[in-house]
């Protein structure tokens, strides 16, 4: 009696045709262990709920120009010094206008706005352009003396080279403006005076990006208008030493020949006296320019 009831209750055999789990590869989980699963699922991963970092602020906050000129007569009259925005027989080549991220970088911006307006006790108007590398950069701006720039007096410390947060933009075309701190080469006795502020600058030429100036240099502008102008400073021709000059300078420099480093200092100077003939802040009331940049 007890067998027959023990076998009225007993499942039914399995076939050998029928399988209790539809997927061998899978095993079957607990009640419990769904349960956990399925809530684990439902919430938001630490990935997807975290906010990305808003992008840089490109907002252009100041405009400035400047005016590019050659003077023909520079080498030959050389009692023009550094004042060469008196050069006589000027040939005036056109204007860059430029948009500053003063919200970025207000301290890089400021000292650039009082080197074009003149308002720290020097100014960039009369300086030469110093550098031309084709299809990358031309650079401006260097302290020295003549036909380069005099030591500004009133300029605060520029505490933004140092800070991470002011390299967060690349040089990624034509008309970048930057501020010159990797491809600044100046000499050793200038940089140990007590009023020397760092105000060199370039400008990128194009036509690509430039990704070996980024994490260097201070991105704090672009140019707004003049980028044909920017195309034909790129053009000017340039002091190009040979071969066999790079080979002996890079022998003269490995065994400390301080020579070396003062003849470099002509490479990829242009043939032709460029410099900054005026500069200035401009006042704009309705801007027609997009306030930001890319």
């Given at each position: 009696m007890g067998c027959t009831t023990a076998?009225?209750?007993?499942?039914?055999?399995?076939?050998?045709?029928?399988?209790?789990?539809?997927?061998?590869?899978?095993?079957?989980?607990?009640?419990?262990?769904?349960?956990?699963?399925?809530?684990?699922?439902?919430?938001?991963?630490?990935?997807?709920?975290?906010?990305?970092?808003?992008?840089?602020?490109?907002?252009?906050?100041?405009?400035?120009?400047?005016d590019f000129s050659v003077c023909p007569s520079y080498f030959v009259n050389r009692t023009l010094g550094d004042e060469l925005s008196l050069c006589e027989d000027s040939e005036p080549l056109g204007r860059l206008v430029i948009g500053l991220y003063g919200n970025l970088v207000p301290i890089t911006v400021s000292n650039f706005k009082a080197m074009c307006t003149g308002s720290c006790g020097s100014s960039y108007k009369g300086t030469l352009v110093q550098k031309i590398l084709p299809g990358e950069f031309f650079m401006a701006g260097r302290q020295g003396h003549k036909g380069e720039v005099k030591p500004p007096s009133k300029l605060a410390r520029n505490t933004e080279t140092v800070d991470s947060k002011a390299f967060k933009l690349g040089h990624t075309r034509s008309g970048i403006v930057s501020l010159c701190l990797s491809e600044n080469d100046d000499d050793d006795d200038i940089k140990l005076d007590p009023n020397y502020h760092n105000v060199e600058f370039l400008i990128t030429t194009g036509p690509g990006p430039c990704p070996q100036l980024d994490n260097r240099n201070i991105v704090f502008g672009a140019v707004l208008d003049g980028l044909d102008l920017v195309t034909s400073i790129a053009s000017i021709p340039t002091y190009k030493p040979g071969e066999r000059i790079r080979q002996y300078n890079d022998f003269a420099e490995f065994i400390g020949d301080g020579r070396a480093k003062t003849a470099r200092a002509i490479w990829n100077k242009p043939l032709k006296t460029l410099y900054i003939s005026d500069c200035g802040e401009l006042k704009v009331a309705k801007p027609t320019l997009s306030p930001s940049l890319p």
């Open positions: 076998a009225a209750f007993s499942p039914p055999p399995l076939h050998l045709h029928q399988n209790p789990n539809p997927n061998p590869n899978l095993r079957l989980l607990p009640r419990r262990s769904l349960v956990l699963l399925s809530t684990a699922l439902s919430l938001p991963s630490p990935l997807s709920s975290a906010t990305a970092p808003p992008p840089p602020d490109t907002t252009v906050t100041d405009r400035v120009f400047m």
